[in-house]
Nanobody, 123 residues
Framework: VQLQASGGGLVQTGDSLRLSCAAS????????MGWFRQAPGKEREFVAA????????SDADSVKGRFTISRDNAKNTVYLQMNSLKPEDTALYYC?????????????????WGQGTLVTVSS
């Protein structure tokens, strides 16, 4: 499975961005998908995830109510709509795919990773 993340950029506090993650390869639409982020000097952290069917999602407390994950299996693409962005959201955002996760928030469950897209929020 190959993952290509895009949509990052430089925005101001309160702005919105939509990240996309295009998946290709074997049965990618059958995988759960997640977004993680890593700020300079910090560990990679969970942001949001969605099951293969798209019927269930999970969000980190820090983004709840501001970020929304969704997927279009016909296009093999997962999205992260980010609203009301804050400077603390500045990070490199990665999309990842998990074949059969038991815990959507667990980074170790994800076997495939994209290259990351940079989001910078200025104050």
């Amino acid at each position: 499975v190959q993952l290509q993340a895009s949509g990052g950029g430089l925005v101001q506090t309160g702005d919105s961005l939509r990240l996309s993650c295009a998946a290709s390869g074997r049965a990618s639409s059958s995988f759960a998908m997640g977004w993680f982020r890593q700020a300079p000097g910090k560990e990679r952290e969970f942001v949001a995830a969605i099951t293969a069917s798209g019927l269930s999602t999970s969000d980190a407390d820090s983004v709840k109510g501001r970020f929304t994950i969704s997927r279009d299996n016909a296009k093999n693409t997962v999205y992260l709509q980010m609203n009301s962005l804050k400077p603390e959201d500045t990070a490199l955002y990665y999309c990842a795919a998990a074949p059969r996760p038991t815990r959507l928030r667990d980074v170790s469950q994800y076997a495939y990773w994209g290259q990351g897209t940079l989001v910078t929020v200025s104050s």
